[in-house]
């Protein structure tokens, strides 16, 4: 079994939203719902028509555009302005986060200490972990995650914690 490995940090607004926008990432790249569906169908629907009039006046149309946008808008929209603001909000008045935490983990678990709190999660009950450039998400179920950033992490820990949750 591999030595306990520890760090201490304190989470920042950066973090979070870095972990809200991954989040997001995730959300958008997963299998459709079936109200999403009937809205991606009314989309497409608009698109053909305004493709037909296109192809038969033989200009661009407005009503081409107008097919892409609400599509285009909301997934940039989630990405830059909800997610970010949301994420930031949640870290301005969750002052648990504001506190020094540390994580530590092993081959068989990982867990979040801080004055106020204490998460125990074995690497077999993860639902699913994912990264990008600044942090690593853990989750514990589709909607409940936890946010390690890779500023406190040498690139050595960074690889054992891509392996752990593998272990499964």
Known sequence: MDEQQSVTFTMTA?????GAKLSVLRVLKRPFRPLTIVGMVCIVLLIAVA???????GQLSLASLVGFAPLAAFGLLLYFVTAPSAARRNFKYNKQNHHPMILSWDAGAFDFRSNENRSHIEWADL????ENSKVMLFFVSPQIMCIVPKRILTAAQIEQLRHYPHLK
Do not use: E, F, P
């Open 14 to 18: 950066d973090d979070h939203v870095a």
């Open 51 to 57: 493709v037909v009039q296109t192809v038969r006046s």
């Open 127 to 130: 639902y699913r972990s994912m």
